[in-house]
């Protein structure tokens, strides 16, 4: 598989160290990468997601809208803004592999190096939950 | 293809009597290719005594910089060459958002660094501001990648006609916030510019015990470069950017705790290398090349 760009490297390294739940995507939208906080909230690690069909456990875990209808990725906001090189913020449903539903509000912020874009990192916070829990 | 250390000394030159036998001077190596065209790669203090040497010699100079830290440029102004109207310099060096590389350079070429600005000097200079790419110079073909230091940094691959692979990753900590033995390949900074090399010239400023206080600093610790090192599953490893603060004494107990580290790691018995100032190395078909595991 292709070395990826180090920009994307550097990111993955980022996000790893942090306990805000993140994702990263490349410029195509695929998710390539999320951190263990991401996991914790999803119920799944990225490790074990990995082995399984992306259909299959983004059809579990979502995105869903406010009446619980599956957003396609393509139709997210974030996708949208991202593929104009541009910042989004934006909330939606998600449930973990154990089907508990929590709204969450995501912020999405372009990866752009010399070559133009190549991918986002999402961070996301569960409505209503404060950085202490409360 | 043959290799000649010019400087093998990391952020600040460190001249002194307890330094002579790994060298005091920063970051230069000069190469030799099958062709016996030469190419240099990093400009730091070591290229003023390479430079004495081809002054008068080799008019077309090809310098590959892998980033602008004044230890990586800091002998450009005193490279003779540069005060040669008969030299051709090419310099080619990560390119920037923010400004040309010869901008960049100017920098330091200019008042009040220096007593003579990039337009003043005599010799014919280019400078090609590089993306991550690949081309040839001569018989060789190069491949330069972005890798994991401070600000835009470049690590080369350079393949000579019968195949012989060098790389020269001066700059790196690949294991900033990764882990290294797990990780898979495409994740690795610099892994597909050294995967099965030849010869892997790599950064390894610090002891593990000295890394913690400068973890970020875009250097490695050892485990890390042997770590890469296996990853990459390079034949022979030379250690590289030596900490201004050590001496040839630290040195030498440094390379006996490499050498007992890369055993337990499987590697090749003798593989692993210091480099020093004035060393030379053969690789290729006449090369005594330790056989890897």
């Given at each position: 598989?292709?070395?990826?760009?180090?920009?994307?490297?550097?990111?993955?390294?980022?996000?790893?160290?942090?306990?805000?739940?993140a994702f990263l995507v490349d410029v195509g939208g695929a998710l390539?990468?999320?951190?263990?906080?991401?996991?914790?909230?999803?119920?799944?690690?990225?490790?074990?997601?990995?082995?399984?069909?992306?259909?299959?456990?983004?059809?579990?875990?979502g995105p869903?809208d406010?009446?619980?209808?599956?957003i396609p990725i393509e139709e997210l906001h974030t996708t949208k803004a991202l593929r104009r090189g541009r910042p989004a913020h934006g909330t939606f449903t998600m449930?973990?592999?154990?089907?508990?539903?929590?709204?969450i509000e995501s912020t999405a912020l372009p990866i752009?190096?010399?070559?133009?874009q190549?991918g986002a990192m999402i961070f996301v916070w569960?409505?209503?939950?404060?950085?202490?829990?409360? | 293809?043959?290799?000649?250390?010019?400087?093998?000394?990391?952020?600040?030159?460190?001249?002194?009597?307890?330094?002579?036998?790994?060298?005091?001077?920063?970051?230069?190596?000069?190469?030799?290719?099958?062709?016996?065209?030469?190419?240099?790669?990093?400009?730091?203090?070591?290229?003023?005594?390479?430079?004495?040497?081809?002054?008068?010699?080799?008019?077309?100079?090809?310098?590959?910089?892998?980033?602008?830290?004044?230890?990586?440029?800091?002998?450009?102004?005193?490279?003779?060459?540069?005060?040669?109207?008969?030299?051709?310099?090419?310099?080619?060096?990560?390119?920037?958002?923010?400004?040309?590389?010869?901008?960049?350079?100017?920098?330091?070429?200019?008042?009040?660094?220096?007593?003579?600005?990039?337009?003043?000097?005599?010799?014919?200079?280019?400078?090609?501001?590089?993306?991550?790419?690949?081309?040839?110079?001569?018989?060789?073909?190069?491949?330069?990648?972005?890798?994991?230091?401070?600000?835009?940094?470049?690590?080369?691959?350079?393949?000579?006609?019968?195949?012989?692979?060098?790389?020269?990753?001066?700059?790196?900590?690949?294991?900033?916030?990764?882990?290294?033995?797990?990780?898979?390949?495409?994740?690795?900074?610099?892994?597909?510019?050294?995967?099965?090399?030849?010869?892997?010239?790599?950064?390894?400023?610090?002891?593990?015990?000295?890394?913690?206080?400068?973890?970020?600093?875009?250097?490695?610790?050892?485990?890390?470069?042997?770590?890469?090192?296996?990853?990459?599953?390079?034949?022979?490893?030379?250690?590289?950017?030596?900490?201004?603060?050590?001496?040839?004494?630290?040195?030498?107990?440094?390379?006996?705790?490499?050498?007992?580290?890369?055993?337990?790691?499987?590697?090749?018995?003798?593989?692993?290398?210091?480099?020093?100032?004035?060393?030379?190395?053969?690789?290729?078909?006449?090369?005594?090349?330790?056989?890897?595991?």
């Amino acid at each position: 598989m292709a070395q990826k760009p180090i920009e994307l490297i550097l990111a993955r390294n980022f996000l790893t160290s942090l306990s805000t739940p993140a994702f990263l995507v490349d410029v195509g939208g695929a998710l390539i990468f999320y951190n263990e906080a991401a996991g914790a909230m999803l119920g799944i690690s990225f490790e074990e997601s990995a082995r399984t069909p992306a259909e299959e456990w983004s059809q579990t875990i979502g995105p869903f809208d406010a009446d619980g209808r599956p957003i396609p990725i393509e139709e997210l906001h974030t996708t949208k803004a991202l593929r104009r090189g541009r910042p989004a913020h934006g909330t939606f449903t998600m449930r973990s592999v154990k089907g508990d539903a929590f709204e969450i509000e995501s912020t999405a912020l372009p990866i752009v190096a010399e070559g133009g874009q190549e991918g986002a990192m999402i961070f996301v916070w569960p409505r209503g939950k404060s950085r202490d829990g409360g | 293809m043959k290799l000649k250390v010019w400087g093998a000394r990391g952020s600040v030159p460190a001249p002194g009597p307890e330094m002579n036998r790994y060298g005091g001077n920063t970051s230069c190596v000069e190469l030799e290719l099958s062709d016996g065209s030469k190419l240099i790669i990093d400009a730091g203090t070591g290229i003023r005594s390479l430079g004495v040497g081809i002054a008068r010699s080799l008019p077309k100079i090809n310098i590959l910089l892998t980033h602008l830290h004044l230890d990586h440029i800091q002998g450009l102004m005193f490279f003779a060459p540069c005060f040669s109207p008969d030299s051709e310099i090419t310099i080619w060096g990560p390119s920037s958002p923010e400004a040309s590389l010869e901008e960049r350079i100017a920098r330091y070429i200019s008042a009040p660094l220096s007593p003579v600005e990039v337009r003043e000097l005599p010799c014919e200079v280019n400078f090609r501001d590089t993306p991550p790419s690949k081309w040839e110079i001569g018989p060789a073909k190069i491949r330069a990648e972005a890798v994991t230091h401070r600000g835009p940094t470049l690590g080369y691959r350079v393949t000579d006609e019968d195949g012989t692979t060098l790389t020269y990753i001066s700059d790196h900590e690949p294991g900033l916030g990764a882990p290294l033995e797990t990780l898979e390949p495409e994740w690795i900074s610099g892994f597909d510019l050294a995967h099965g090399a030849d010869l892997l010239i790599h950064d390894c400023q610090y002891t593990d015990e000295e890394y913690p206080e400068h973890v970020g600093w875009g250097h490695s610790r050892l485990s890390d470069t042997l770590t890469f090192a296996r990853r990459v599953e390079s034949k022979r490893l030379l250690l590289f950017h030596h900490d201004p603060l050590h001496s040839d004494e630290f040195l030498d107990r440094f390379h006996e705790t490499a050498r007992e580290r890369w055993a337990e790691l499987g590697g090749a018995d003798g593989a692993v290398e210091m480099a020093a100032e004035s060393q030379e190395i053969q690789l290729g078909a006449t090369a005594g090349v330790p056989a890897a595991t």
